[in-house]
RNA sequence: GUGGGUAUAGCUCAGUUGGUUAGAGCACCAGAUUGUGGAUCUGGGGGUCGUGGGUUCAAAUCCCAUUAUCCACCCCA
């Protein structure tokens, strides 16, 4: 039977060097994260639907991967059938969720406070496209049981680091708070629970413009004059002036905080700056927002925030919380893009063996010696072609050959 | 969820206003030659032209549907 070869749609298979590169990328991650006191944990893909579902997770609701109910438990016979009825369980949308499940599950036996960085896939039924998949792997790092600023600090710190040490420059971190907005529409009198609605308007000025915004207010209901004052707001918004329209001085204190300590850190090699228009989707968060842009790449690659309600949701005691994710897939795609080939860890031989006129005692003895030399052996069988083959073994980074028929090391001319 | 592009050999793609047996490059296999490290030459295998309808004497080509894929929007990492 003839059939579909292709991966899910969304969902892509990994050639050796792609995995090269993953590897490499999680690997200097991986080590920034530890370098910064930060523990590696694992949860599942699959969590309860609930969990899924209410979590205030914004848009990316409609997008979960819904897994059916198994056995007895799926009835199909019922006559009144709806989604839910049928599905128990979902994959996961982010890592942030699972986190504060796993945090509120196991908290007796965790550090206080907790400090934890994550790598895995998560998934969404979206549409794909450049840069977005169904399945894709996020880097998280979070502070749990900190509410001081100090946690944005820490982890704005340890993940600009982490480009860094990819090798990224120039890109920037805008910081935002979720409670600037939600003054600013208290001050002009419109209604607070207006504030996600506004949200969602004014974070499309970078890509609309000003005036588009406020017809997007207005056709959400807000009136022309309410309108246009918050956008002449917004655009005249500074740390300096933050408190002249109704944002706390604690907010504002912790606000320049934040931004002016990470740009001491950032010694020119990134750009920090404070960006009111920052919103971001995910309903969970309730305090500072922020968001890693570069130039070369139009869309975000990290993104993170405070949430500190979604722990007490699922455990009864309100505990504070902060998260960064690195999007994992975009940083891959911007050093393809940059042409970048991780570097090597062990120099890569090919053992070559005639077919039928060796032992397969022989070819692994020979490949055994020279991995005690230090070598990542590959035995292959040598084909009529040599040249054609040495040409190819070259070109896919093998640092040089032995024949086994001469029994000597070669090592390719570095170009 | 909305809009647009594309679909021909393992890969990258040609294919004229519809017209005989659908092509090239790369890759693969065999042979020749080079006295065997990439070259050169010859030959070979490999395609239900995404799928299903329709128009026509005749469809890879035109029309409709469908699926896949890519791109953009919404939103996001």
């Known amino acids: 039977m003839k059939c579909n070869t292709n991966p899910v749609k969304g ?51 409609a997008l979960i991967f819904k897994i059916l109910k198994r056995g007895e438990k799926l009835d199909l016979t019922k006559a009144s059938q709806n989604e839910d009825e049928l599905v128990d369980s979902g994959l996961r949308y982010d890592l942030t969720l699972p986190l504060a499940r796993f945090y509120a599950n196991q908290r007796a036996r965790l550090p206080e406070p907790f400090k934890a960085w994550q ?17 894709f792997t996020q880097c998280d790092i979070d502070i749990l049981g900190e509410a001081s600023e100090i946690a944005e600090l820490e982890l704005i710190h340890a993940t600009a680091e982490a480009l860094k040490a990819i090798g990224l420059r120039g890109f920037t971190v805008e910081v935002s708070d979720r409670r600037v907005l939600a003054a600013l529409v208290a001050a002009l009198g419109l209604d607070t629970a207006l504030t996600p609605l506004v949200a969602v308007c004014i974070d499309k ?87 890693i842009t570069t130039a070369e790449l139009g869309l975000s690659v990290a993104g ?14 309100s505990v504070p919380a902060v998260g960064f994710s690195i999007g994992f897939e975009r940083i ?27 032992t397969a005692h022989s070819v692994i003895t020979a490949a055994e010696a020279l991995r005690q030399q230090g070598y990542a052996v590959r035995t292959l069988p040598e084909r009529a072609k040599l040249g054609k083959q040495l040409s190819q073994l070259e070109a896919e980074g093998f640092a040089g050959y032995y024949s086994l028929a001469k029994m000597e090391l070669v090592m390719f001319e570095r170009a």
């Open 205 to 291: 000025a970078d890509k609309i413009g000003w005036e588009k915004v406020i017809e997007e207010l207005v056709k959400q209901g807000i009136d022309q004059i309410a309108a246009a004052g918050l956008v002449g707001v917004m655009q005249s918004l500074s740390l300096g002036n933050l408190a002249e329209h109704g944002v706390s001085s604690s907010v504002v204190e912790a606000l320049s905080g934040v931004v002016e300590t990470a740009a001491t850190f950032a010694g020119g090699d990134y750009n920090v700056r404070f960006a009111p228009t920052l919103v971001r989707g995910m309903g969970y968060y309730t305090g500072m927002v922020f968001e």
């Open 11 to 61: 969902m892509r298979d990994f050639l050796p060097s792609e995995v090269r590169l993953r590897e490499y990328l999680t690997g200097v991650i991986a080590r920034t994260y530890a370098q910064h006191g930060f523990q590696r944990i694992e949860t599942p893909a699959v969590e309860h639907i609930e969990l899924l579902q209410n979590s205030e997770g914004g848009e990316n609701l």
């Open 304 to 317: 993170g925030g405070r949430y500190d309600g979604l722990v007490g949701k699922l455990c009864g005691q």
């Open 332 to 358: 891959v795609l911007l050093l393809e893009q940059q042409g970048f080939t991780p570097p090597v860890s062990i120099p890569s031989v090919a053992l070559l063996y005639n077919r039928g006129e060796c």
């Open 119 to 135: 790598i895995g896939t998560v998934y969404r039924a979206e549409r794909p496209q450049k840069g977005r998949f169904r399945a």
